[in-house]
C-alpha cells in the first residue's frame, strides 16, 4: 500500500510540468488526495487537494489559476497540473491521502507519498 510521485524535474520560469501520484494496493478514489510541498528551510505547505466525494478540487491562493488537481481515467492516478511556474514554486512536492472528503493540512494525512523535486530556475 503505497503512493508513488513522479514527473519532479527543472523547469525555467514560465514552464509547465506533470505530477503524477499512483496509487497501489488501494483504490485512491475513496481517499481525499492532497499535494503538499516543502522548499529548504520552510514548513510543508497544502497546495492544492481533489474530494474523494465529487472530484471537487481546491487550491491554495499561491498556486490558484496555475495549478489543476485531476484524476487520471483509470481513478487510481492524481495528477497535479503546473503552469507558470514560478521560482517561488522550487520544493519538493508530495501526494498523499486521509479518510476526510479533502485533505487541507498535514494532520489529516494518513498516508504520504515520497517527494519529487520541482526546481524552477533560468
Known amino acids: 500500500v503505497q503512493l508513488q510521485a513522479s514527473g519532479g524535474g527543472l523547469v525555467q520560469p514560465g514552464g509547465s510540468l506533470r505530477l503524477s501520484c499512483a496509487a497501489s494496493?488501494?483504490?485512491?478514489?475513496?481517499?481525499?488526495i492532497g499535494w503538499f510541498r516543502q522548499a529548504p528551510g520552510k514548513e510543508r505547505e497544502w497546495v492544492g487537494s481533489?474530494?474523494?466525494?465529487?472530484?471537487?478540487?481546491y487550491y491554495a491562493d499561491s498556486v490558484k489559476g496555475r495549478f489543476t488537481v485531476s484524476r487520471g481515467n483509470a481513478k487510481n492516478t492524481v495528477y497535479l497540473q503546473m503552469n507558470n511556474l514560478k521560482p517561488e514554486d522550487t520544493a519538493v512536492y508530495y501526494c498523499?491521502?486521509?479518510?476526510?472528503?479533502?485533505?487541507?493540512?498535514?494532520?489529516?494525512?494518513?498516508?504520504w507519498g515520497q517527494g519529487t523535486q520541482v526546481t524552477v530556475s533560468s
Open positions: 494496493g488501494f483504490r485512491s478514489g475513496s481517499y481525499g
Open positions: 481533489i474530494s474523494r466525494s465529487d472530484g471537487s478540487t
Open positions: 498523499a491521502a486521509g479518510l476526510d472528503p479533502v485533505v487541507v493540512h498535514p494532520s489529516q494525512i494518513g498516508m
